[in-house]
C-alpha cells in the first residue's frame, strides 16, 4: 500500500512539474504593461521564395499583401500571404543597402541604411527623394509613419559612439520637409534580466487601433512598445529559436501583427500575431 501511495505522489509531483514548466515556456518575459500579442505563439509562419531571404523592411501594402525590401536590390516585393507568394515585383533603384519600406496612401518610401529615401508610385508615373541623413547616424535601419502628425519614423540602429547610450527616434515631417529627433530612449530603459547584446532598434511600426510605437531589435532580440506619449509600456525578450534575425515590423488597419527575419543561410520568413485583445 505504501508503496501503491508513493507512486500516485511521484505520478501527481511529475504531472505538475510538468504543467508548471509548461506555463513558463508558454509565458512570455513582459517587464511592464501587457500588450495584445504573444509573441512566442504565432498564428502563422510564412517561408518566402529566395528573392527575400534576406528581408530586411515590411509594410502593409493592401488587403492580404505586405511590401518587402531586402538589404541588397533595388527592387520592391508584393507578397500575398493568403497565396503565399510574390504576386507583384518593381524596380525601383540600384543595389544599394536598403532597410526600410513603408507604403502610405499609394505612395511607397524605401530607405537605405545612410537615410536616404528614395519614394515613388506603383500606378502612376511618380518619384521623389527625400535626404534623411543626419550627422549623428552612421546607421538607420526601420521606416515607419504616424498619420496623426504626418511623420516618417526612422529608427537609429547606430549613433556615433558618444551618443550611442541613448537610442534615438527621428521624424521627418512631411508637411514642412523637415528631419528632427523625436524621440530618445537611454540604454537603461531597454534593460532586461536576461542582459544579453546591447538594443539597437532594427524595425519601428505603430499600431493602427492603439497609437503605439512597436520598435523591434534583432541585435538584443528585444521588443520595445511605446505609448503615444513617449512613456515605456513594455519590454519583451524575443525567443531566438523562434527569431533569427528579426528586422521589419508592421500592422494591417485591423491590428494584426507581421514580425520578418532574415533566415542567416536559410529561408527567409514572416510570422503573423493575431492580437488577443485590443483596446
Known amino acids: 500500500m505504501k508503496k501503491l501511495i508513493l507512486g500516485f505522489c511521484t505520478l501527481g509531483l511529475l504531472v505538475a512539474c510538468s504543467a508548471k514548466k509548461a506555463d513558463k515556456e508558454e509565458k512570455e518575459e513582459v517587464k511592464g504593461e501587457s500588450i495584445p500579442y504573444n509573441l512566442n505563439k504565432p498564428v502563422q509562419k510564412y517561408l518566402l521564395p529566395r528573392a527575400l531571404d534576406e528581408i530586411s523592411g515590411l509594410s502593409f501594402y493592401k488587403k492580404n499583401q505586405l511590401a518587402c525590401v531586402n538589404d541588397e536590390e533595388g527592387t520592391l516585393f508584393i507578397y500575398d500571404f493568403v497565396k503565399k507568394e510574390i504576386v507583384k515585383k518593381v524596380d525601383f533603384g540600384k543595389s544599394g543597402d ?156 485591423q491590428g494584426e501583427l507581421f514580425i520578418s527575419s532574415e533566415g542567416n543561410g536559410k529561408s527567409g520568413y514572416i510570422l503573423q500575431f493575431s492580437p488577443k485583445s485590443v483596446k
Open 98 to 253: 536598403y532597410e526600410g519600406v513603408e507604403v502610405v496612401g499609394d505612395e511607397i518610401f524605401v530607405m537605405k541604411s545612410n537615410g536616404k529615401i528614395h519614394s515613388f508610385k506603383i500606378e502612376e508615373p511618380f518619384e521623389r527623394d527625400l535626404d534623411c541623413s543626419h550627422k549623428d547616424v552612421k546607421e538607420y535601419e526601420g521606416l515607419s509613419y504616424d498619420p496623426k502628425k504626418n511623420y516618417l519614423l526612422l529608427a537609429a540602429k547606430q549613433r556615433s559612439k558618444d551618443k550611442d547610450d541613448v537610442k534615438m527616434i527621428y521624424a521627418y515631417n512631411l508637411n514642412n520637409q523637415s528631419l528632427f529627433k523625436y524621440i530618445g530612449i537611454p540604454e537603461a530603459q531597454v534593460k532586461t534580466d536576461k542582459g544579453g547584446k546591447e538594443f539597437r532598434p532594427s524595425g519601428i511600426a505603430i499600431h493602427p487601433l492603439t497609437g503605439d510605437m512597436y520598435i523591434i531589435a534583432s541585435q538584443g532580440k528585444k521588443l520595445l512598445v511605446l505609448a503615444e506619449d513617449g512613456h515605456k509600456k513594455a519590454i519583451i525578450d524575443l525567443d531566438p529559436s523562434l527569431y533569427t534575425q528579426p528586422e521589419g515590423i508592421c500592422f494591417t488597419p
